[in-house]
């Protein structure tokens, strides 16, 4: 069930497909399979329970994603400038003249497993500061699952087009940010699959 949130502000999910996945021989992580159900599959059914706009960031292989009736944004400013791009293609595309807040909430296509309570913890917290909130999961930073205020898009555009790639925690930091912190229960939670050995071990915990 989609929560009840402040309607002076809106949620918009962004599942990160743009990477190069080469420590994976240039597969698209998004459709490796877990329990008979490809990794973006899985991720979009989690996402429904909690949010009503998701938007699939992608660079290659559109027709496969369009069974998912999502919005799709492929990055504006080219050359695989990292997950910011991706949150960049999003904000642009995104409508938001209605609320007077927009947030963008950050997970990666390799990640498949995220916990409800995990988007739980940012919604109910949500009364920081900062326009931009990183995750500390199990005592470790993790940049890409992160919160974005529509109110930082010129800033990261202007990056964008500045240089070859930003890290996130490069931008975060220019910005402004704070961390919020979340204690995962299970070790599949969060796991990032960037290896075939990191998939035959979710498989193993699965």
């Known amino acids: 069930m989609i929560l009840d949130l402040n309607m002076s502000s809106e949620y918009i999910a962004v599942i990160l497909t743009g990477g190069k996945s080469s420590r994976m021989n240039f597969v698209n992580k998004s459709f490796l399979e877990i329990n008979n159900k490809s990794f973006i599959q899985t991720i979009i059914e989690t996402l429904k329970m909690r949010f009503d706009k998701i938007v699939i960031n992608i660079n290659k292989d559109k027709t496969k994603y369009q069974k998912f009736n999502l919005p799709i944004v492929t990055d504006v400013i080219k050359g695989f400038k990292g997950p910011l791009a991706g949150l960049h293609a999003a904000m642009k595309e995104h409508k938001f003249q209605k609320y007077k807040e927009s947030w963008f909430v950050l997970v990666p296509t ?75 229960k299970d070790k599949k939670e969060f796991m990032n699959i960037n290896t075939k050995e990191d998939l035959k071990l979710i498989e193993k915990l699965s």
Not at 120 to 133: C, E, R, W
Not at 154 to 164: A, N, R, V, W
Not at 165 to 172: D, E, H, P, Q, S
């Open 110 to 184: 390799d990640s498949p497993f995220i916990p409800l309570e995990y988007f739980d913890n940012f919604i109910k917290n949500n009364n920081l500061k900062s326009s931009v909130i990183i995750s500390e999961i199990n005592g470790k930073i993790e940049p890409v699952f992160s919160f974005w205020s529509i109110k930082t898009f010129q800033y990261i555009e202007k990056k964008l087009i500045e240089s070859d790639g930003l890290k996130i925690m490069n931008v975060a930091s220019e910005i402004g940010f704070e961390i919020l912190k979340f204690q995962s």
